[in-house]
């Protein structure tokens, strides 16, 4: 059974630019949630899709947004990047929403610099 | 606020000795909790995950935690460490919140495994 799988693994941007991550979860698993990850700020929540729609937001700026397709494959998007975005980006996916007792999986993440 | 302490960001241990990893959760309700793993580059790794039932919870490449309800604690052990165990360690407890899953993380133990 494939676990999370994101794409790309690593990516160089320029300030001001765009991107756009992937993320395929697990087979069978609806929800998928993406996290930041920096040195100075650790782990943080960005936000969470289910069912093609977001069901949770962290305290990120509008700057950040994400979708989920009808596949469960989800995506998730930086606009007018800034130097303090450079960050792993980690995609999570799990069964159920608002569960508890649901076990969250992680892919190896999206390493994004910006320049 | 619900939070989670990791209060020793980095921790050295020679190969062959015990391991105990501290994790102190601050929820009001049931917590459901995790550890992950990340070696460098790498994303985060399941090692256990502790939902109800049995406090001692065993998991993956030989690590065990404990849940302790009146200390609010989840620490995470290994009889005997292996060099391939050094990494980075991460506590983490379930919140519930929008209906949505959010795992909400520690800073994260450095593991430093001296031969």
């Known amino acids: 059974k494939a676990g999370v799988t994101q794409t790309p693994r690593y990516l160089i941007k320029t300030r001001g630019q765009q991107v756009t991550l992937s993320c395929s979860p697990i087979?069978?698993?609806?929800?998928v949630s993406w996290y930041q990850q920096t040195p100075g700020q650790g782990l943080q929540f960005l936000f969470e899709?289910?069912?093609?729609?977001?069901?949770n937001k962290g305290n990120f700026p509008g700057r950040f947004s994400g979708r989920q397709f009808s596949n469960s494959r989800s995506e998730m998007n930086v606009s007018t990047l800034e130097l303090g975005d450079s960050a792993l980006y980690l995609c999570?996916?799990?069964?159920?929403?608002?569960?508890?007792?649901?076990?969250?999986?992680f892919g190896e993440g999206s390493w994004l610099t910006v320049v | 606020a619900q939070s989670v302490t990791q209060p020793d960001i980095h921790i050295t241990v020679s190969e062959g000795a015990s391991l105990e990893l501290r994790c102190n959760y601050s929820?009001?309700?049931?917590?459901?909790l995790f550890w992950y793993v990340q070696s460098p580059g790498q994303g985060l790794q399941l090692l256990l995950k502790?939902?109800?039932?049995?406090?001692l919870v065993q998991g993956i490449k030989g690590f065990e935690a404990e849940f302790k309800r009146s200390q609010s604690s989840f620490n995470l052990r290994k009889p005997s460490v292996h060099w391939s165990d050094a990494a980075e360690y991460f506590c983490?407890?379930?919140?519930?919140?929008?209906?949505?899953?959010?795992?909400?993380f520690g800073t994260g133990t450095q593991l430093k495994v001296e031969l």
């Open positions: 929820y009001g309700a049931t917590p459901y």
């Open positions: 087979s069978g698993h609806r929800s």
């Open positions: 983490a407890v379930w919140i519930l919140t929008g209906g949505g899953n959010k795992l909400t």
């Open positions: 502790y939902f109800s039932g049995d406090t």
């Open positions: 999570a996916s799990s069964l159920y929403l608002g569960q508890g007792g649901n076990t969250i999986y």
């Open positions: 899709y289910f069912s093609e729609t977001q069901r």
